[in-house]
Each structure stands twice: as structure tokens, then as C-alpha cells.
T-cell receptor, first 116, second 113 residues
Framework: SAVISQKPSRDICQRGTSLTIQCQVD?????MFWYRQQPGQSLTLIAT?????????ESGFVIDKFPISRPNLTFSTLTVSNMSPEDSSIYLC?????????????FGSGTRLTVV | GQQLNQSPQSMFIQEGEDVSMNCTSS?????WLWYKQDPGEGPVLLIA?????ELTSNGRLTAQFGITRKDSFLNISASIPSDVGIYFC?????????????FGKGTRLSVIA
């Protein structure tokens, strides 16, 4: 399956600042997905990032707060802007993973963000 | 939007016991996926199901895609301490196009040695 490197793995940030999370995949993928997992909760999709076009955001998420870059088919970044304590979550990137006999989605190991 | 109802929310079991958890939906799904998330890690795919009625095993894990396409279960046999974690079901609703996965709320499994 695809291997995803996500960094940083964790960070503690001051409110009002911004953090950029990077996601690197070991193969070319059409779509990359960014999720948020609030403490004790399930995964919520933030946006879908396609190379060469603007990301598509889900309801409740806006580009000004979560700008996304997708400069090529193996890399994407998510920025959490003007952070507040409510942004404390795990942020995960994911890609579709097509193998010979299976199909699913592979996830990075996540970025645990704490905003103080 | 689409929702998956996953149960139970949490389980405490003795080592060696079998475990069963399930997901249901009010609408039809084309794909069911089961993930496990360890603390501090991203979810890892355990089993993927693509056809109604499909029964698939992965070691001590067995999962089935319900005939109605609105449910799926995951069984773990002879649980061991490393089975501890959060298990998520996920799926693609029918006619979802490129809509990404819908996730259940997770089942938190604790194994008592």
C-alpha cells in the first residue's frame, strides 16, 4: 500500500498563530484528503485536494481557515490559521490506495495539535 | 449527510474472548471498510468489502458486507492485548460519485489480560 509521511507528528502552538502540516506520499495520487479528528471523536473530512486545482471544502470548513496546497501528485500541505483552542485535534491526510486485490484509503500517522 | 451508526461505543473484554461490532446505515453503501486506530497513530485498514454478502477474513478478524448493503460487522476471535484500540467502520454511499469515505463514530476496545 501507499506510504504516507506526515509531519510534524505533534505540536503545541499559541493561539492566533498558524501551523502548516505536510503530507508526502511515495507514489503519485490524484486526490489527497485532509481529515480532522477531535478528541475522542471520529474522523471528519475537511477538504479534498486535487493537483492543479483549488481544494474542495466540506460544509463547515473554509479556505481562509484551512488553506491547502497541492503543488504536485505526491505532496500536499494543510495550514491551520489563526488557531484557537478549539482547533486542538489530530489532523490526518489520506489517499486512495488501489492495489491488485484491494482498494481502500491509507492514512498518515497524523499531526496532534494542541493550541494553548 | 450520510451517517453510519456503529455499536457498541466501547467494550471491555477478557483476553481470549471473541468480539463483535457492527455498523448500520439508513442508506445503501457500495463499499465497507474496517479500520483500527492505535493511540497516536492514523487509522490502518484491516478489511475491505466490496460486494453484498461478501465475507472476508484477515487472520483472527472476519468482516461481512450485509446482504441489504446497509450494514457490516467485524468479528475478532480469541482477543489478545494488542487488539486494544479504536475500530472504525467506513464506507462509500451508493451514488456518491467521488465523495470520500463516511466514518462511523468508532468502537473503543479494551482487553483485560
Amino acid at each position: 500500500s501507499a506510504v504516507i509521511s506526515q509531519k510534524p507528528s505533534r505540536d503545541i502552538c499559541q493561539r492566533g498563530t498558524s501551523l502548516t502540516i505536510q503530507c508526502q506520499v511515495d507514489s503519485q495520487v490524484t486526490m489527497m484528503f485532509w481529515y480532522r479528528q477531535q478528541p475522542g471523536q471520529s474522523l471528519t473530512l475537511i477538504a479534498t485536494a486535487n493537483q492543479g486545482s483549488e481544494a474542495t471544502y466540506e460544509s463547515g470548513f473554509v479556505i481562509d481557515k484551512f488553506p491547502i496546497s497541492r503543488p504536485n501528485l505526491t505532496f500536499s500541505t494543510l495550514t491551520v490559521s489563526n488557531m484557537s483552542p478549539e482547533d486542538s485535534s489530530i489532523y490526518l491526510c489520506s489517499v486512495e490506495d488501489h492495489q491488485a486485490t484491494t482498494y481502500g484509503y491509507t492514512f498518515g500517522s497524523g499531526t496532534r495539535l494542541t493550541v494553548v | 449527510g450520510q451517517q453510519l451508526n456503529q455499536s457498541p461505543q466501547s467494550m471491555f473484554i477478557q483476553e481470549g474472548e471473541d468480539v463483535s461490532m457492527n455498523c448500520t446505515s439508513s442508506s445503501i453503501f457500495n463499499t465497507w471498510l474496517w479500520y483500527k486506530q492505535d493511540p497516536g497513530e492514523g487509522p490502518v485498514l484491516l478489511i475491505a468489502l466490496y460486494k453484498a454478502g461478501e465475507l472476508t477474513s484477515n487472520g483472527r478478524l472476519t468482516a461481512q458486507f450485509g446482504i441489504t448493503r446497509k450494514d457490516s460487522f467485524l468479528n475478532i476471535s480469541a482477543s489478545i492485548p494488542s487488539d486494544v484500540g479504536i475500530y472504525f467502520c467506513a464506507g462509500h454511499p451508493q451514488h456518491s460519485g467521488n465523495t470520500p469515505l463516511v466514518f462511523g463514530k468508532g468502537t473503543r476496545l479494551s482487553v483485560i489480560a
